[in-house]
């Protein structure tokens, strides 16, 4: 069965720190898509990025980067030199040949000044 | 470009009475559509999603319901409101690369 597992419940650093979020997943498919989304406090969820299961290169936009990795089933987010702008509520997805998306539970970060 | 609308943003109803969420998605055909529910600080719990018109797959036996009544329009109802609906309904249509994107969101309020 389809699981998304975000371990992490609340993360809080002080801007200019790097954090990394972590999101593992299970599936019995060997083709899938992974996704990250974004969740500010006015509650619309942006799409960030998607990852498919036979492309593992690892991808940088600005100061995000994503970590996917098939041998441990995790696809991590790495946040460099944290905001403000970036407290937000972060949810892992994954869909295989089905027609749902299955979200984890999501981590709220707080990046303080 | 695409875009996805919701409406009405907020809406504050007593128990019992009905409801109708409305969500409609330009730009694009035949789109799979999804309803979403987030309980206050929780994650995403998916409630119906569509594939064609009049083609509603639901996710949970509740008193809600969904139509697609045309291609790109997916409404959300029900004849009674609990105090257990309360909370925020998101659609999301998804392309062909299977991302999904996401409406503004209807924040409910069951009194």
């Known amino acids: 069965a389809q699981k998304v597992t975000q371990a992490q419940t609340e993360i809080s650093v002080v801007e200019k720190e790097d954090v990394t979020l972590d999101c593992v997943y299970e599936t019995r498919d060997t083709t899938y898509y992974l996704f990250w989304y974004k969740q500010p406090p006015s509650g619309e969820l942006v799409f960030l990025i998607r990852?498919?299961?036979?492309?593992?290169q690892n991808e940088i936009s600005g100061r995000y980067s994503w970590n996917f990795q098939k041998s441990t089933s995790s696809f991590n987010f790495t946040i460099t030199a944290s905001q403000v702008v970036d407290s937000a509520v972060y949810f892992c997805a994954l869909r295989d040949g089905g027609f749902k998306t299955i979200f984890g539970a999501g981590t709220r970060l707080f990046v303080k000044a | 470009s695409q875009t996805i609308h919701q409406w009405p943003a907020t809406l504050v109803q007593p128990v019992g009475s009905p409801l109708s969420l409305e969500c409609t998605v330009e730009g694009t055909s035949n789109p799979n559509l999804y309803w979403y529910r987030q309980a206050a600080g929780r994650g995403l719990q998916l409630l119906f999603y569509s594939v064609g018109i009049g083609q509603i797959s639901s996710e949970v036996p509740q008193n809600l319901s969904a139509s697609r009544p045309q291609d790109r329009q997916f409404i959300l109802s029900s004849k009674k409101l609990l105090l257990s609906d309360s909370g925020f309904y998101l659609c999301?249509?998804?392309?062909?690369?299977?991302?999904?994107?996401f409406g503004p969101g209807t924040r409910l309020t069951v009194t």
């Open positions: 999301a249509w998804t392309r062909s690369s299977y991302e999904q994107y």
């Open positions: 990852r498919n299961s036979f492309d593992e």
